[in-house]
């Protein structure tokens, strides 16, 4: 630092490289975590597709059933995003964060618990409750810790643990339904649930005593260096909101551009889960058409390639977009090339290509939702921000209710996945055309700030 004062209350000046060093030691620090609770989150919200190659069956559920009690997780997480998030404003992300975690991981121990539709459906909405505010509240709580113009590779590294977690959840999960069926007397998917569903309760423990709430609140980092990413976090968020007029409120977070990027979202869950959730039947069904005899095990180590291609791409694609500070194209490219690619993956003529099919889509749809989260970065702070970006991943997450239960109601009507794959395509193309529309507002809007 070029001045060495110890009092937090001044602005200090840091070199390049000091701020290099600060940056680095705060994603060393902070990233793992976060990483950490989206990878465990992600598998207890998703370890449902692989306990389907079992549970459907003893528990009498049909393709439509499921679809709807893997999709109805969504309806909970819908209507306590915005409340959630508002909360983690007032009593901080350590006890807030900590409290959601041991919340999730209880309820997912609880899904062994299940005998029937109604019981499933019930457990999948607190489910999808209890977990509403942790992405948009990891989101938010990056914003207390880097500038916007290092979130987006973070965020890129988020995105990639939760696309991590199938590649590592799905021969895992389906492994442990195997090695532990008939263990103590239960199915092996009811001990899967239990099993996995440790690490959150952990997690929350952990974070309720020691998640650290911002840059001061550590002592990993020197005064001067928390108080000049603190100072530094200040004027970025001063600057924006000197750019929206100064109407930074929870009711700016409901504005017009809000809503639309809401609806672009849509787009992305809606390709996220419908593949998410139906990727391990989809490919037990290809086993069957092409005859491949795969076990159980092989068809979980199947669907997490498409998984291993995506966390390749998402993180060149995240730095791609860093380096050229550029969100909007880098938003429909993506989106445009899953698009296209589960399109072809309707008429692939074998199991290989179609994988490679499902590995472009997403990658695709992925990236693209990456990138898409520093959109609302560029005109939101503070509590606008809180409430913003839990309304968009709201909105956006209607589509897990919906993108589950169309693809499972149209495999039972049409006694296969391909319509619902081409209505998959038609939802990325409509948020990439949806995302070139906000680009143009957004450039119209800083035309006018600097005539």
Avoid at 12 to 37: F, G, K, M, Y
Avoid at 99 to 126: D, N, P, S
Avoid at 367 to 395: D, E, H, K, R
Wanted: aromatic content about 12%.
């Amino acid at each position: 630092m070029t001045d060495k004062t110890r009092n937090p209350g001044i602005t200090l000046n840091a070199s390049p490289d000091e701020q290099r060093h600060i940056l680095r030691r705060t994603t060393l620090r902070i990233t793992p975590l976060v990483l950490l609770l989206y990878f465990v989150c992600f598998l207890d919200r998703s370890n449902i597709s692989y306990a389907a190659l079992r549970m459907n069956a003893d528990i009498g559920l049909s393709n439509t059933a499921f679809g709807f009690g893997a999709g109805i997780f969504f309806i909970g997480y819908v209507l306590f995003q915005v409340p959630s998030n508002l909360a983690l404003t007032r009593y901080g992300p350590r006890r807030w964060i900590g409290t959601i975690a041991i919340a999730w991981g209880t309820i997912a121990a609880l899904m062994a618990t299940v005998h029937g539709a109604t019981e499933f459906y019930v457990l999948r909405f607190v489910l999808g409750a209890v977990e509403a505010g942790l992405f948009p509240g990891i989101l938010f709580y990056l914003t207390l810790w880097f500038p916007l113009q290092q979130r987006g590779r973070v965020t890129a590294m988020l995105v990639v643990a939760g696309s991590t977690s199938p590649l590592i959840g799905a021969p895992l999960s389906t492994w442990l339904m195997e090695f532990v069926d008939g263990r103590i007397g239960l199915h092996g998917w009811q001990l899967m649930f239990i099993i996995e569903s440790i690490p959150a309760i952990l997690l929350g423990i952990w974070c309720l005593y020691r998640m650290p709430n911002g840059p001061t609140d550590v002592r990993w980092l020197a005064v001067e260096d928390a108080t000049w990413l603190q100072a530094t976090l200040d004027a970025e968020r001063t600057r924006i909101q000197s750019a929206s007029g100064g109407t930074q409120g929870v009711r700016s977070a409901f504005s017009p551009l809000v809503i639309g990027l809401g609806f672009i979202f849509l787009g992305f869950v809606f390709g996220e889960y419908a593949i998410g959730f139906f990727l391990p039947l989809i490919i037990e069904s290809l086993n069957v058409r092409y005859r491949a005899g795969l076990s159980i095990a092989q068809i979980g180590l199947l669907g997490a390639i498409p998984y291993l291609v995506a966390a390749v791409v998402i993180i060149a694609w995240g730095y791609q977009s860093d380096r050229r500070n550029e969100r909007i194209a880098h938003t429909i490219i993506p989106s445009l090339v899953g698009a296209a690619s589960i399109v072809y993956a309707v008429y692939a003529d074998s199991l290989p290509l179609a994988i490679v099919a499902f590995s472009l889509t997403t990658a695709g749809v992925l990236s693209a939702q990456s990138v898409f989260w520093q959109i609302p970065s560029q005109c939101l702070t503070g509590v606008a921000a809180a409430a913003g970006l839990a309304l968009i991943n709201a909105m956006g997450n209607f589509a897990g209710f919906l993108g589950p239960m169309i693809m499972g109601a149209f495999k039972d009507i049409r006694g296969s996945y391909d319509l619902g794959l081409w209505t998959l395509a038609g939802f990325l193309v409509l948020s990439a055309l949806g995302t070139s529309i906000v680009g143009s507002v957004l450039r119209r809007e800083l035309q006018l700030q600097t005539e």
